[in-house]
């Protein structure tokens, strides 16, 4: 299986094009390329003028966070189901296991996965979520640039989840179109968290979470939201003038409402003071973000004495994906924040990704004629839309 450098880029940013205008049906959403380059600079300017110290700021964040809650319809205790994972078919590996691991979510919507594990570690270990983006054939958690990352982090001494977006891979019980996705991924994100920090050799206080495209929207939504995540790395995403282009991201009014609006550098910024990288390319919308979003964020950073935690990594001659120079940059940056030990994946000074071994997609398949998706699992959008009312 050859390398994705680039995965699905023209699949995706042409569907993304799609929603790259003010959406007349929706004029309480901001969607896509909502604004132009010079617009969304202008407009951080204009949100700069709400705060001026940390503790203007942390007033403002409180506001952005209530946004995304009641934009998103998301309750401040969820009606979560019990855990009761199911996990199954662990493969070792070398240096790590992979296992496939499904669990309730909200009652009757299973979150399904694979967790990577790391052979042979001395005490607890730092906890990962990886997400990922949309691509043309809806297996991103199955392609090999996913298990490269998680495998090399398991390596590094990580516990690593992956877990599908709603409509890919394992995650059939509904379409990815769904209307309210971004309110059953963000509790699919929230469920994931929730189990990654109940294994007993997951230290608590080492959790980290990072993804691409939409993935990287999922990373910094979680990390505004829920303070167990500790370190946040959002690829490809974070953007002045560009919103997220499908209804996972931005479906729902988070970013306009009727008390304030705000955009994504915003949402990302509420991960200050916790470790934050951005990684960035010159061939989508984070192309502006050393001289635009990254300042922007890293000025939030100063009213807590933290520049030095955020970091960007920008990559000019590089497109949309999550692709060797991406990951080495994220596998730096997580170490450093979570303690993992990058020498154990060096060759030379250099990212060595060559004992990690990519496996077909059937073998990380959670549900299929031996182990089927449980009874009590519903299917179907408007099922899925009645349990999220």
């Keep these: 299986m050859k390398t994705p450098i680039v995965f699905a880029v023209c699949y995706v940013i042409g569907t993304l094009a799609l929603l790259a205008q003010p959406n007349p049906d929706r004029p309480d959403l901001r969607q896509g390329a909502y604004f132009t380059e010079a617009q969304g600079a ?89 997400t990922h983006g949309h691509g043309a054939n809806q297996n991103n958690r199955l392609m090999e640039y996913t298990q490269q990352r998680c495998a090399t982090l398991a390596r590094m001494g990580a516990t690593v989840f992956a877990f599908d977006m709603i409509g890919y891979g394992d995650s059939q019980q509904c379409s990815h179109k769904l209307p309210k996705a971004l309110k059953l991924q963000t509790l699919n994100s929230i469920r994931a968290l929730d189990f990654l920090t109940s294994l007993p050799d997951v230290d608590k206080e080492r959790i980290g979470v990072t993804g691409e495209s939409g993935g990287g929207t999922q990373t910094f939504l979680l990390t505004a939201l829920d303070d167990r995540i500790k370190v946040a790395a959002p690829v490809v995403m974070v953007s002045a003038h560009f919103f997220g282009g499908c209804v996972c991201e931005s479906g729902m009014p988070i970013h306009n409402r009727p008390t304030h609006q705000t955009s994504n550098v915003e949402i990302a910024a509420l991960a200050a003071p916790r470790p934050l990288l951005l990684v960035s390319d010159g061939k989508d919308w984070t192309k502006n973000t050393p001289n635009v979003e990254f300042p922007y964020i890293q000025n939030i ?64 398949q959670v549900f299929n004629a031996e182990h089927p998706r449980p009874a009590q699992a519903i299917t179907g959008d408007e099922a899925v839309m009645a349990i999220l009312k």
């Design 42 to 130: 202008e407009a951080l300017h204009t949100f700069a003028q709400t705060y001026h110290d940390r503790t203007s700021w942390e007033k403002r964040a409180s506001l952005i966070r209530k946004g995304i809650r009641e934009g998103m319809q998301l309750p401040d205790k969820p009606k979560f189901a019990p855990l009761q994972p199911i996990r199954h078919s662990v493969r070792k590996m070398n240096g790590y296991t992979i296992e496939n691991v499904a669990f309730e979510s909200i009652p009757g919507f299973f979150v399904t996965g694979n967790l990577y594990r790391p052979l042979n570690a001395s005490g607890k270990t730092a906890g990962i979520l990886c």
């Design 301 to 364: 950073y100063g009213y807590y004495g933290a520049k030095d935690r955020v970091e960007n990594v920008h990559l000019p001659d590089e497109g949309h994906d999550y692709g060797p120079n991406k990951r080495a940059a994220a596998y730096r940056f997580l170490a450093k924040n979570l303690k993992l030990d990058l020498n154990r994946v060096l060759k030379d000074g250099q990212v060595d990704e060559s004992s990690n071994t990519v496996l077909d997609s059937s073998a990380l």
